[in-house]
């Protein structure tokens, strides 16, 4: 299995399972640049993926698309987490069809139940796409505490998204309501308890 790998709390219990449970999965780092993965960030990855004894690569990804997602960002003309993802999410699939993996898994603790485990067609192949932390109906917490486990640095201090999305945050106060609706939604589906989701809007408020 692939798994997309931000470094995130999220995708840290994801790579943590995958591999308890004998998937054997590579984790696969999106890098688009400083703006997505600061020199901080790839510290962060590197090691966690040390202490996992996983297989790591980094991928480029669409150049041009990010290229646009930081542009319009920036001007405050769209939203990034949309584009961003699909984009990452892209990549992800991509490089698992060349290494001929059969499936791919991210960290999303969202949408639940059948709807967090299907078939894609790429290239005339099928692939298994599994949101695995959502299929097994884990919470916020969980992630969490696996991640805590395995010494994600940043495991006790909740934030809503990457470093541009702080930026555009304090640069364009209108972006800040599509990253809240996002909070409320899996506050709504019982994913986050009311504290973390408070944390995360207050994040989303300062900027980071």
């Known amino acids: 299995m ?14 943590y399972v995958a591999k308890r449970l004998g998937l054997e999965p590579i984790a696969a780092t999106v890098d688009a640049g400083g703006w997505m993965m600061p020199r901080q960030a790839k510290g962060i990855v590197e090691d966690l993926v040390s202490r996992l004894g996983v297989r790591h690569v980094y991928l480029k990804g669409d150049e041009e698309a990010f290229r646009l997602v930081l542009q319009w960002a920036s001007e405050g003309r769209r939203h990034p987490c949309k584009l961003c993802h699909e984009k990452i999410e892209e990549a992800v699939v991509d490089f698992a069809l060349e290494e ?43 992630t ?19 470093p541009l999305l702080g930026v555009v945050h304090r640069r364009h106060k209108e972006m800040m309501l599509p990253s809240i609706q996002r909070v409320l939604r899996e506050t709504r589906a019982g994913i986050l308890e009311p504290n973390q989701a408070l944390k995360l809007v207050k994040s989303i408020i300062r900027g980071r």
Do not use: Q
């Not at 639940?112 to 599994?130: D, Q």
């Not at 969490?144 to 990457?162: Q, S, Y």
């Open 144 to 162: 969490v505490i696996m991640a805590r486990f395995v010494g994600h640095p940043a495991a006790e201090r909740l934030h809503f998204g990457c």
């Open 2 to 15: 692939v798994v997309g790998f931000s470094g995130g709390v999220d995708s840290t219990a994801m790579l």
């Open 100 to 142: 001929g993996v059969p499936a791919v898994g991210f960290g999303d603790l969202l949408p639940t139940g059948r709807f967090s485990m299907y078939w894609l067609r790429r290239r005339g192949r099928r692939l298994l796409r599994l949101n695995l932390m959502a299929a097994l109906a884990l919470f916020k917490s969980d």
